[in-house]
């Protein structure tokens, strides 16, 4: 089976650039997460969706920070303008959406900006 | 409020020695409870769970982890550790809601000294 797949798995850009960091979900699951690690301050929710309905985006650091699911197979992230303080690994998971079931992570996109 | 507290930030063992790793949990209900483990430049790829039953469950690549309610912990073990474990280790709880979000400990970094 497909686990979790984003796109791309490596992008360097410059500063003001838009970014945009894509993710396909495992198929039948309900839930996708964006997540974020840097070794400053480790691995951080940014987003999640619940039937393709944006829960909870509390953890987006500011307004340059968008994400969208327009359907049940893909979710995007997008950063515009992009800043070098926005360099990390960005992650995308999935679940079922059910408490006691476990979230898959894709080998997500490390994000350099210049 | 749900929250997952991992003591050890990093942790060195030697090559076939034991290791615990430690992981205590705040929740007021029974708890669904995860180890995650994070290879240099990978994903977070799902140890093992727990979400009833038997206390003690068995993961993938020989390691295990026990749960104590009256300690509120989670600790993961492995008998002998292989330099191929030098990972970081994350231990999360299920939140309440029916979302499949997951409240993340901070991490803890395992080195296997030769």
């Known amino acids: 089976d497909a686990g979790v797949i984003q796109s791309p798995r490596h992008e360097v850009t410059e500063m003001g650039q838009e970014v945009t960091l894509r993710c396909k979900p495992i198929?039948?699951?309900?839930?996708l997460f964006w997540y974020r690690q840097t070794m400053m301050r480790g691995l951080e929710l940014l987003i999640y969706?619940?039937?393709?309905?944006?829960?909870?985006d509390s953890g987006m650091p500011e307004d340059r920070f968008s994400a969208k699911m327009p359907n049940a197979s893909f979710s995007t992230l997008k950063i515009q303008p992009s800043e070098p303080r926005d360099s990390a690994v960005y992650f995308c998971?999935?679940?079922?959406?059910?408490?006691?079931?476990?979230?898959?992570f894709g080998d997500g996109t490390r994000l350099s900006i210049l | 409020a749900q929250s997952v507290t991992q003591p050890d930030i990093h942790i060195t063992v030697s090559e076939g020695a034991s290791l615990e790793l430690r992981c205590n949990y705040s929740?007021?209900?029974?708890?669904?409870l995860f180890w995650y483990v994070q290879s240099p430049g990978q994903g977070l790829q799902l140890l093992l769970k727990?979400?009833?039953?038997?206390?003690l469950v068995q993961g993938i690549k020989g390691f295990e982890a026990e749960f104590k309610r009256s300690q509120s912990s989670f600790n993961l073990r492995k008998p002998s550790v292989h330099w191929s474990d030098a990972a970081e280790y994350f231990c999360?709880?299920?939140?309440?809601?029916?979302?499949?979000?997951?409240?993340f400990g901070q991490g803890t970094t395992l080195q296997v000294k030769p």
């Open positions: 998971a999935s679940s079922t959406g059910t408490p006691n079931q476990p979230q898959h």
């Open positions: 198929s039948g699951h309900n839930s």
């Open positions: 969706f619940n039937n393709n309905v944006p829960i909870d």
């Open positions: 929740y007021g209900a029974t708890p669904y």
């Open positions: 727990y979400f009833s039953g038997d206390t």
């Open positions: 999360a709880v299920g939140h309440s809601g029916n979302t499949g979000k997951l409240i």
